[in-house]
């Protein structure tokens, strides 16, 4: 075997490793969000993928943005002041009122919203069809 074959099966070893530990870390994060969903009381409200008290918020991150997602796990109520979408799906479910979670991590947040973004996502689902705010 030539040194380059040496090194080219070196890379692909490697790369296999680093691919492996990657998957295990997103399954440790995941297990971490749906401890904390249960732990830190979401799991009240809000259901994985359908609609509970309140909407699912899968992909939130993608459709408003990270910062918006921690602001309003922050302080929802601040939230609305500034942000129009915000007030609309408030109005959509002012059955309830979210509480705040003023210290919780950008970590914690991310953990919660990798476990149920982890569920299958359908864009078209009535639930998420009426808690879309343009
Ligand atoms: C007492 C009920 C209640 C609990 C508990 C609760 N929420 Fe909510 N949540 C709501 C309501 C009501 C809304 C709708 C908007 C609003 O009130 O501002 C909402 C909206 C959201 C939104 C954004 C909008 C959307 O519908 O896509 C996210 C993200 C969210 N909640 C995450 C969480 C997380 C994470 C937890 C746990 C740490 C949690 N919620 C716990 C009631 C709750």
Redesign the pocket.
Known sequence: MTNTFKIYFLIAGLTILLAFLQKLDKAKQIERGKSLFYK???S???AETTKK???P?QR?REIYGREW?YQ??WN?QLL?IKDIR?LE??KK?YN????V?PNMTKAD?DA?CDYVDSFPYDPNSKDNLE?KVK
């Open positions: 830190k009381g979401c009240s409200c809000h008290l309140d909407f918020f939130d997602v309003m796990i929802n609305r915000a799906l408030f479910c309830t009122f979210m509480p979670w947040i919660i808690r």
